[in-house]
């Protein structure tokens, strides 16, 4: 009997140390994130914090800054932004062959001290592109701090290497095999490899015997349709300071009013019935992102249009982003005036961009895949903020925009304005059913957030990965021998950076 009872007085016991352990918090694990590259322009590794940080992880995340992240990301007490020096001014006007050694050098002392002062991370995650220098900086420090590292494949960077290239000699076929031999060591003695497609799973499995999980792109939670009348004519009335597209022609107006709104005195906000078509487009102006083909797209456009104005709308076109070609796009813009289509572009504050988004009526992508293996972020935006879209055609592409379900597809300037006339024809009261039917599907891919997708794809790889790396130490001769193979593959950037005036940039 007295066995008995301390028996049952030790299970009283365990059974109290059990639920007193499952009720004590979880002690909070630390992730870094690294971008060589402008946290604010990063919105997939933006969106990986903010689900880290969900899910008990402190984060640093390592990066320039040259524009402000996600507002949910500046307020998180678990978030340390740690930034990058970028390379001195003074520095800049040196010759091509001088400076790109010394920036090189730069990024990889910048990343390195970065990196000594922070705490011991459970988990390093890592954009590539870049490869080089960040990945082997991150695996340099691996084998000091003993962290998972894990590669977020957004892109190849020896595909993109080789659409820069204005020649192929001998250095040139070099730089290419020595940046993919760098994505190759990354992609097969990573911790995990993440990607944006099954098609760049699928290649990375055949090109390099490594494994990667597809973790797709979604919208996060505060991207949708934006339907409160009085916000969007506050909107408008704002852009309407940048741009003189958006105020009102009409003259003799009672109210306040814009080329999309009106807010009579006394009532409330509506649509007017004669407005133009709000079209966007996302560009980084680069030469991967032909504009050139939407504008000869609405040229054929207005052509119709002018001969027929009672059936075809007005579009005004907003082209939102920056870069190298923008000036000369603009230029061009201005050189060839359109009657029926108007063209603008401008920078938004990153709470504006999901609302133009969400009030747009459709959406154009130019992006063609130097790899054809990613997937365009913007056509993820415009998706989450419920508008269809026109994309270029490319071999994946199809594994998000599929035809004539939440999306069309084209290849030339001829095709693109075909789409405009038969998706916009009688707007606002459009005779084809086609754009309802297209934002009715949109809806749909609407209901999985980036958040929720992230836990169900991402967050068990991670999970094994980091507890798996916690099983396995490796012991410190081994680290040691580790941490010099990467101090020795620090060395390929030097080599990659010393190439002759115009090997990548041209004359």
Known sequence: MANLNQEMDLKYV?????????????PRQRALVMVLGDIGHSPRMQYHVSSLVKEGFDVDFVGFRHSEPRAEILKSPAVEIKVLSDVPAALRGFPRL???PIKVVWLVLSLLWTMWNLQSPDLILIQNPPTIPVVFCAFLANYYWQAAVVVDWHNYSHTILAMNLKRRGLLQRFLLAASELAEKVA??????????TKAMAADMKRRWNANATTLYDRPPDDFGTFDSMEGRHFLFMKLGGVSSAFRSEDVTSTGTETAFTKKDL????SLKANRPVLLVSSTS??????????FDALKLYDDTARKSPEKYPKILLVVTGKGPL?????????????????????????ADYPRLLGSADLGVCLHFSSSSLDLPMKVVDMFGCGIPVCAVKYDCIEELVQPNSNGLLFTSPDELCQQFLT????????????LARLKAEVQTFRQTSWHSNWMNVAEPVLTAAVERRKRNVVPSRQRLAYALLGLALLIVPFVLSFQLLGSIFGH
């Open 14 to 26: 365990k059974s109290l140390l059990k639920k007193k352990n499952e009720s004590q918090p979880k």
């Open 98 to 100: 001088l400076y790109y």
């Open 187 to 196: 992609a097969q003695y990573s911790d995990l490899n993440l990607c944006v």
């Open 266 to 269: 006394g009532k409330g906000v």
């Open 285 to 294: 102006w680069t030469e991967d992102e032909d504009f050139g083909l939407l």
């Open 326 to 350: 923008k000036d000369f796009y603009m230029s061009r813009v201005k050189q060839e005036p359109l009657e029926t289509v108007a063209i603008t572009s401008f920078w938004l504050e990153t």
């Open 423 to 434: 998706l916009l024809a009688g707007f606002p009261n459009t005779k084809s059913n086609l």
